[in-house]
C-alpha cells in the first residue's frame, strides 16, 4: 500500500528565513497532493494542494512543487513568521474513487523572532 | 456557512465499552471521512461515507464502524474499547464534483476519546 515519508521531523528557523519540507510517496498512481497546517489544539488546514498534471503551485509565501518521476513533493514557505509555527502534513490520495489519503508524520516547524 | 462540527468535544469512557460520535459537515458538502490522531502513528484513515455508503476504508479492524444519513451528518462508532484506542478523531466533509477527483477535506475540531 502507499506509504508517505516526511523530512525532517522537527524544524527549526529564524523569522524571515524560508522553510522547506519533503515528502515522498510510493504508489505512483497517487494524483493529488494536499499539506495541511496544525496548530497547537487546533483542527488541521489545508494550506496548498496540487494535482499530478502540475509541476509547481503557489499561494503568496507558500509554494509546493511535485516530481512525478521520483515519487516526492516539498513545501516551501518563504519568509516566515512566528505565525507559521505549526505541524505540517502531507498527504498523498490512495484511491482514484473518493477521498482516501496516507498521511506523513508531520513537522514541527517553529520560526523563531 | 457554519464548519465541520464534531460532538462531543471530549470524551472518558473505559475499556469494554462502546462509543459514538457524531459529526455534521459543511452545508452541501456529501462526502464525510473518518481519521485517528494519535502522537505515535500520527493521522490515519479511518473510512469514508459518501450518500449513506462506506466508500473506502482504512486498515482498522471491525470494531470502528460509521454510518452516514441521508443529510450527510455522519457517526463513528468504536465497540469494546481498547485503552490504544484513546486519540483525537477528526471527521473531514468535502464537496463532491465527480467521483474520480479528489477534494479539498475540511476538518472538524475533532473529539479527543480517553479510555481508562
Known amino acids: 500500500g502507499e506509504n508517505v515519508e516526511q523530512h525532517p521531523s522537527t524544524l527549526s528557523v529564524q523569522e524571515g528565513d524560508s522553510a522547506v519540507i519533503k515528502c515522498t510517496y510510493s504508489?505512483?498512481?497517487?494524483?493529488?497532493f494536499p499539506w495541511y497546517k496544525q496548530e497547537l489544539g487546533k483542527r488541521p488546514q489545508l494550506i496548498i494542494d496540487i494535482r499530478s498534471n502540475v509541476g509547481e503551485k503557489k499561494d503568496q509565501r507558500i509554494a509546493v512543487t511535485l516530481n512525478k518521476t521520483a515519487k516526492h513533493f516539498s513545501l516551501h514557505i518563504t519568509e516566515t513568521q512566528p505565525e507559521d509555527s505549526a505541524v505540517y502534513f502531507c498527504?498523498?490520495?490512495?484511491?482514484?474513487?473518493?477521498?482516501?489519503?496516507?498521511f506523513g508524520p508531520g513537522t514541527r516547524l517553529s520560526v523563531l523572532p | 456557512k457554519a464548519g465541520v462540527t464534531q460532538t462531543p468535544r471530549y470524551l472518558i469512557k473505559t475499556r469494554g465499552q462502546q462509543v459514538t460520535l457524531s459529526c455534521s459537515p459543511i452545508?452541501?458538502?456529501?462526502?464525510v471521512s473518518w481519521y485517528q490522531q494519535t502522537p505515535g502513528q500520527g493521522l490515519q484513515f479511518l473510512f469514508e461515507?459518501?450518500?449513506?455508503?462506506?466508500?473506502n476504508k482504512g486498515n482498522f479492524p471491525g470494531r470502528f464502524s460509521g454510518r452516514q444519513f441521508s443529510n450527510s451528518r455522519s457517526e463513528m462508532n468504536v465497540s469494546t474499547l481498547e485503552l490504544g484506542d484513546s486519540a483525537l478523531y477528526l471527521c473531514?466533509?468535502?464537496?463532491?464534483?465527480?467521483?474520480?477527483?479528489?477534494?479539498?477535506?475540511?476538518f472538524g475540531p475533532g473529539t479527543r476519546l480517553l479510555v481508562l
Open positions: 452545508s452541501g458538502h456529501r462526502s
Open positions: 461515507y459518501f450518500s449513506e455508503t462506506q466508500r
Open positions: 498527504a498523498a490520495s490512495i484511491s482514484n474513487y473518493g477521498q482516501n489519503f496516507v
Open positions: 504508489d505512483s498512481a497517487s494524483n493529488y
Open positions: 473531514a466533509s468535502s464537496l463532491v464534483r465527480g467521483t474520480n477527483y479528489q477534494e479539498t477535506q475540511y
